[in-house]
Structure formats: C-alpha cells, structure tokens
C-alpha cells in the first residue's frame, strides 16, 4: 500500500533527479555528481548549489543557502512528531528520509508513520540516486526540462490526492489535475501559479450532503 502510494512521486522524483544529474554535469564530475545525491537526499539543495556554482559563489554562500533551504524541515519534522512513537535513535534515522513528499505521504497514510516514511523514503531516496546517475549518462537536459515544467504542478495535485478520503475529493483531485496538466502544457507562461489555482480548487468546500 505505502509503495503503491509513493510511486507517482518516485517517479516525478526520478525525472527531476535526471535533470539534476544532467545539469550538474556543467560543474562536477560524475562520481561526485552521484555521490552528492547518495548523501545529500535533498533536491532543492543540490539544484540551488549547482546555480550558485555557475554563478561562482563559494562555500559559505552554499552552506547558507542550503541551511535556509532545510529549515523547512524543522516544520515538516514538528508535524509528525506526535505521530512517531519510535525511540530517539530511531527516529533521528527516520529523519534522513524525510522531504516534502514524503511527509505528506506519512500524514495522509493510514499505515503507521514511522513504517510509512521509511518505506516511502527509501523508495524516493533511490528513483533520487537513479535518476541522477541517469542524467550523468547523458539524457537530454532540454527535453527533459520542458516535461518536468509541465509535471511540477500535477505532483502537488497528487499530494493533495493522498488526504482525500471521500468521492467528491477525489472528483476534485482527479479535475484539478487534469486541468492543471492541459494548462501547463497550453499556456506556459503561467505554469508557475498553477499549483496555487490546483490548491484552492481541491480545498473548495464540497457539497453537504
């Protein structure tokens, strides 16, 4: 069920990790390109580090960027705190999995968090590893960039997907998602709001019943 789940995500996530994989080439090596995604798990970082890199910047700039960038997670971390009932030392491992997805998978599931993030962790932990290692091999930045610009908002829909638990919030999903994917890919210039449109559409208060 937590695979079945976490798939869409893996997959998104697999695809931007080709573009990381693909654009980091500019500035690192294979080798290290790949170990930065084995040890470092965190996508926003490591695209932000590459950008600072093109532009020169140096270590401390990266640190601080990347610091300011996971401070999110002191939040996301705050969310599922009540619900993890491991002990301390298991849940600072626990820790390394979390992200943005993977916290709002373990909210929404019904299986136990601390199982749901460590699965759902492992399972974007490696599309992230994979994906990367594919795009050092080659893949085609430019072609790929123009899909995930066009995927980006409907993963945020698929978010929102996992706390639904009733037919008219899934109708609501299912329609912002599409909407989404035909805007995004029609008209381009406004792909950058579209999960915010997607967010109220699903939020809408449903009919009482």
């Known amino acids: 069920m937590v695979l079945g789940a976490t798939s869409p995500f893996a997959a998104a996530i697999g695809v931007f990790g080709t573009i990381y994989g693909a ?34 910047a140096g270590p ?3 640190l601080l960027t990347a ?4 401070s999110r997670n002191l939040l996301l971390g705050a969310a599922l705190r009540s619900s993890l009932e491991e002990p301390r030392r298991k849940r600072a491992f626990l820790a390394w999995w979390l992200v943005d997805e993977t916290a709002g998978l373990t909210l929404a599931s019904p299986a136990p968090p601390g ?18 290692a594919f ?5 085609s930045l430019a072609s790929l960039e123009e899909l995930v610009a066009a995927v980006f908002p409907v993963l945020f829909v698929g978010l929102a997907a996992q706390s639904t638990r009733t037919r008219d919030g899934v109708l609501r999903v299912a329609a912002a998602a599409v909407v ?4 995004a890919f029609a008209v381009p210039e406004i792909r950058s709001v579209i999960p915010a449109i997607a967010a ?10």
């Open 200 to 209: 109220v559409a699903v939020a809408m208060p449903g009919e009482k019943g």
């Open 180 to 183: 989404s994917l035909l805007l």
């Open 67 to 70: 610091a300011m960038l996971n």
């Open 60 to 62: 401390l700039a990266i």
């Open 115 to 132: 199982r749901t993030l460590l699965f759902s962790g492992a399972f974007c932990y490696a599309a992230w590893v994979i994906g990367t």
């Open 135 to 139: 795009g050092v091999l080659g893949a």
């Open 23 to 56: 654009g980091a080439s500019a500035v690192a090596d294979p080798a290290t390109i790949v170990l930065s995604s084995l040890v470092v798990f965190s996508g926003a970082v490591q695209f932000a580090a590459v950008g600072l890199l093109l532009t020169g």
